[in-house]
C-alpha cells in the first residue's frame, strides 16, 4: 500500500516538474519572440531611416553679386548651372539640368553670401542641397535601370550626376536641414527643428502644470483626505481616467481651451495643457503609491518628536518617496511626448515652417511631423519619416532611462 502511494506522489511530482518546465519554456519563447518582433521593428525603420540624416549636396562655383539686395538669387543658381555644363542648350535641356539642384539652392547662396561679405563680387564655391530625385539616385534608393517614370530622371540627368560625381562636387553630408529647419513642401528641405522646439514648449508647460498639481493631489488624497464617499468616488474616477482614450483629452481641449477660452490654436500653450490632463492622473497614481511605500514608522518619528501632520509629510514623507514620483512623472511625461490624437484635435496638425520662438507661436510636434509625412506624396518623405521615428524613439528612451537612474540613485530599501 506504501509502495502504491509513493509511486502515485512520483508520478504527481512529475506532473508538476514537467508543466512547470513547459511554463518556462513559454515564458523564455514569449520574452525571444517578443524581441524578435522588437528586433524587426527597429532594424525596418533603422535601415529605412538612417539615410535621412544624411543629404546630398552639389558644389557650384557661383560668382557672388557686388550688391545682394538687388540680386537674382534664382538666376544667379541658373547661371551657375549653365556655366558648369555649357554643353546644354536645348531649352528643355537647361529645364532638366536645374533641376539638379533643390528650389532652396538660391536661399543658400544668399546665406553664404550674408555671412561672408567680404567675398562679393569673387568667385567662391558654395555646396548647395541637391532635389530630392537625385538624393534618392545617389542613396541608391532608385535604381538607374528602374523606367523613367520610376526613377524620375532622364539618362542625361544621371550622366550629369555622374560627372558631377567624377569631379568631386557631389557628395554626401549630415542633413543639417533635417535637424534645423522647418516643415516645407520639397522633402530635401524640410526638417524636424520646428516639431523638436514644438514638443519641448509643449513638455514644458506640461511638467509646470502637471508636477505640481498632481504631487499636491496625490499627497491630500493620500495623506489628508477623511474616507469618505466622496473621497473613494474621487479616487475611482481618477483610475478610470489614466484608462480614457486620449483623444477624448484632445475633445476637452477643443472645447475648452479653444472654442471658450478662445486661446491660440496650435500654439505649444494649449498642447501643454492638453497632455497635462492627460499626464495628471499617471502622475496622481504613482504619487499615492510612492507616498504608500514609506514606512508609517518615519511618520509616527516625525509626530513624536512635536511635529504638525503638515511638517511630517513634507519634511520626512515626501522627500523619501520623491524617488518614486519623480520616475512616475517622466514616465507620464514619456507616454505624453508620444500622444497625436489630442494634438490634432487642438490644430497642431498646421504646416509650420518657422522655428516657433515661445509657447504662443504655431507649432508643430514629433508625432504629428511623423503623421503628416508618413501621407506625403514624394518618396524622399518615407526616409524623412523613418529618420523622425528614430528620434522620437530616442528621446523616448532617454526618458526612461533617466527614470531608471533617478530610482537607482534615490531609492531607499525599507
Given at each position: ?39 524587426t ?16 549636396r ?14 537674382n ?6 547661371r ?45 564655391s558654395?555646396w548647395?542641397?541637391?532635389?530630392d ?24 540627368q ?6 558631377l ?113 492627460m ?50 512623472t ?24 518657422d ?14 511631423q ?45
Open positions: 500500500m506504501t509502495d502504491t502511494s509513493s509511486t502515485g506522489r512520483q508520478k504527481l511530482l512529475k506532473t508538476r516538474h514537467r508543466r512547470e518546465r513547459l511554463f518556462h519554456g513559454a515564458g523564455i519563447g514569449a520574452i525571444l519572440l517578443a524581441i524578435v518582433f522588437l528586433g521593428l527597429l532594424v525596418s525603420i533603422g535601415s529605412s531611416g538612417y539615410s535621412a540624416f544624411q543629404q546630398t552639389v558644389q557650384l562655383d557661383v560668382v557672388l553679386p557686388e550688391d545682394g539686395t538687388k540680386a538669387w534664382p538666376g544667379l543658381v541658373k551657375t548651372l549653365r556655366a558648369a555644363f555649357p554643353e546644354v542648350k536645348n531649352r528643355r535641356d537647361k529645364k532638366q539640368l536645374y533641376r539638379l539642384v533643390s528650389s532652396g539652392a538660391a536661399w543658400e547662396i544668399r546665406q553664404h553670401a550674408q555671412a561672408h561679405p567680404d567675398q562679393a563680387g569673387q568667385k567662391v558654395v548647395v542641397t541637391a532635389s530625385d537625385i538624393d534618392m539616385l545617389t542613396k541608391g534608393k532608385v535604381s538607374v535601370d528602374a523606367p523613367i517614370e520610376v526613377r524620375r530622371l532622364s539618362d542625361k544621371i550622366s550629369w550626376v555622374q560627372q560625381t567624377n569631379a568631386g562636387k557631389l557628395e554626401k553630408q549630415l542633413n543639417t536641414n533635417f535637424l534645423f529647419n522647418g516643415d516645407s513642401r520639397e522633402p530635401e528641405v524640410s526638417g524636424i527643428g520646428a516639431a523638436m522646439a514644438g514638443s519641448f514648449f509643449s513638455l514644458l508647460v506640461c511638467l509646470i502644470l502637471a508636477f505640481p498639481l498632481g504631487v499636491m493631489a496625490a499627497i491630500y488624497l493620500e495623506e489628508f483626505a477623511p474616507r469618505t464617499r466622496l473621497t473613494s468616488l474621487i479616487e475611482v474616477n481618477i483610475n478610470n481616467l489614466a484608462a480614457v482614450p486620449s483623444i477624448v483629452f484632445g475633445l476637452l481641449g477643443l472645447a475648452i481651451f479653444l472654442n471658450f477660452f478662445e486661446l491660440p490654436r496650435s500654439a505649444p500653450l494649449v498642447g501643454g495643457m492638453v497632455l497635462a490632463l499626464t495628471l492622473p499617471t502622475i496622481i497614481i504613482t504619487g499615492r503609491a510612492s507616498l504608500k511605500a514609506v514606512p508609517p514608522s518615519i511618520r509616527e518619528a516625525a509626530l513624536a518628536i512635536g511635529a504638525s501632520k503638515v511638517q511630517s509629510v513634507f519634511h520626512h514623507v515626501l522627500p523619501l518617496a520623491m524617488p518614486g514620483v519623480l520616475t512616475g517622466i514616465i507620464g511625461m514619456a507616454r505624453a511626448v508620444g500622444e497625436t490624437a489630442p494634438l490634432l484635435m487642438i490644430g497642431m496638425v498646421a504646416f509650420v515652417v522655428i516657433p520662438k515661445g509657447i504662443l507661436d504655431p507649432a508643430t510636434a514629433l508625432p504629428v511623423i503623421f503628416l509625412w508618413a501621407d506625403a506624396p514624394e518618396r524622399a518623405f518615407e526616409e524623412r519619416t523613418a529618420a523622425t521615428i528614430i528620434v522620437l524613439l530616442l528621446f523616448l528612451m532617454a526618458m526612461n532611462l533617466i527614470a531608471v537612474i533617478l530610482r537607482r540613485k534615490f531609492e531607499v530599501r525599507w
